[in-house]
């Protein structure tokens, strides 16, 4: 990094931990209205700039904050969003799982409109649409249909549990614009929130993370101009369009990640406060003993979380070890807070503040678990990784020896 970089860098970062520190501590403040409402509460963007926030995510040459430029960077980013509340940062703007599709594909004409929306002071929002009601683990058989026409793509299907969809300027929805071809015939599709033909619901009752308001869309009829379909103009292959889907998910979920561990950090201290604001002996013990148990192995995620997001800011593959991240942080919170739950519940302190924020994130906890691949489906990723390199390890050995 040239020397001029390195301090407009250094002051970039001076500057965004303090609008960080600002945002949490609203987000703190105002959790328990996001969860009653289930939406953003008022006041949270009152009178600040959120353009840093729109675009913490872009790279720089995209007009990306430099504060957030590596990986890592955002993992501690996102670590203290989630100490804050866990619900409000998932339900934070920017083009979240939407990025990756456009950066990858994307024209530069695309980029440049879809992305410039960013530019703003004002919260945007990017949605990412691939799961579907029929099951969200196996993306690679969509009904989702998108039925080419003269200049154009004809949009019919449902999505769902799609956040932040209601709140989106534009939705990267994938679809199959040719069925028999199955995964090699996905493509992703830039659809406007108010496009005619698309419906978005974001009004059922969720249990957890309830600040996201998850939605369900349905195409009917919806009309995509050709210049929508991301991939065609640069004239790449369907696999690499079902490629840059798993590529949002290496990108985003060391941060994810680290977003369910900053959320644990602050149980075990909440925890430890409840006990010494109550005066209650068994609540402290329980608090000291979970905490022991618990912070090595919230190190070891956190590198874990680190290791995942520097590996994919290297260009080298990072499906598993993103997918070990996410596994190894939502197990993690899903042990901690049945334990809080339990030490809550044995002292008879329901009633206390802190009692009721334990309450909410055993609830956002449980979301966890399914947002970005269930655990089932992440495990199962992880031992094909495993296969697959163990395999290629001894085919590698077997030609060494056979020079040799
Ligand atoms: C809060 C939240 C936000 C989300 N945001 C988005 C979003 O923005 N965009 C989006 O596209 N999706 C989003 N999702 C959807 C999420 O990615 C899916 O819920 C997830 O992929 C699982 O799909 P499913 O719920 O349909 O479960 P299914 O795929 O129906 O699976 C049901 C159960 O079967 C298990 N299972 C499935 N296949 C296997 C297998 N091969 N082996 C073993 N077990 C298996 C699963 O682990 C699960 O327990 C969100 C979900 C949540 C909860």
Request: hydrophobic share 45%; proline share 4%.
């Amino acid at each position: 990094v040239s020397p001029v970089r390195y301090l407009d860098r250094s002051r970039a970062t001076v500057a965004a931990a303090a609008d960080l520190a600002a945002l949490a501590e609203r987000m703190r403040r105002l959790a328990p209205a996001a969860d009653a409402a289930g939406a953003i509460p008022d006041g949270l963007f009152d009178g600040i700039d959120v353009r840093w926030l729109n675009r913490a995510y872009l790279p720089l040459e995209l007009g990306g904050d430099p504060a957030f430029a590596d990986g890592v960077t955002r993992c501690l980013a996102t670590e203290t969003l989630g100490y804050a509340d866990a619900s409000l940062t998932v339900a934070l703007p920017g083009p979240s799982l939407s990025l990756s599709p456009l950066l990858e594909l994307g024209t530069e004409e695309q980029r440049r409109d879809l992305l410039g929306r960013f530019d703003s002071p004002d919260p945007v929002w990017g949605a990412f649409a691939i799961t579907e009601p029929s099951g969200g683990s196996d993306a690679t058989h969509l009904a989702t249909t998108a039925s080419r026409e003269d200049g154009g793509y004809r949009l019919a299907g449902e999505k769902c549990f799609i956040g932040n969809a209601g709140r989106a300027s534009f939705v990267v929805v994938f679809a199959s614009v040719d069925p028999s071809r199955g995964r090699l015939g996905i493509q992703p599709l830039v659809v406007d929130r108010d496009a005619p033909g698309l419906t978005v619901d974001d009004t059922a009752p969720m249990l957890g993370l309830r600040a996201l308001r998850v939605a369900r869309l349905r195409f009917e009829d919806c009309w995509v101009p050709e210049e929508r379909l991301l991939g065609a103009a640069s004239g790449r292959t369907s696999a690499r369009a079902f490629l840059s889907a798993q590529r949002s998910w290496d990108y985003m979920r060391p941060a994810l990640s680290s977003l369910m561990l900053g959320a644990v950090e602050r149980l075990l201290d909440d925890l430890r406060e409840l006990g010494d604001d109550a005066g209650d002996a068994v609540v402290r013990r329980s608090a000291a003993a979970l905490a022991d148990r618990v912070r090595p192995r919230l190190a070891s995620a956190r590198l874990l979380a680190h290791h995942a997001a520097a590996t994919f800011d290297a260009g080298d593959d990072a499906s598993v070890l993103s997918s070990m991240a996410k596994t190894a942080a939502a197990g993690l919170a899903r042990a901690t807070v049945a334990e809080a739950v339990a030490a809550v519940g044995v002292a008879g302190l329901g009633a206390h503040r802190i009692a009721r924020d334990v309450e909410r994130w055993a609830r956002d906890f449980q979301a966890f678990e399914l947002l970005e691949g269930t655990t089932e489906v992440h495990q199962l990723m992880i031992a094909r990784g495993w296969s697959a390199q163990s395999r290629r390890r001894r085919r590698s050995t077997a030609a060494r020896g056979a020079a040799a």
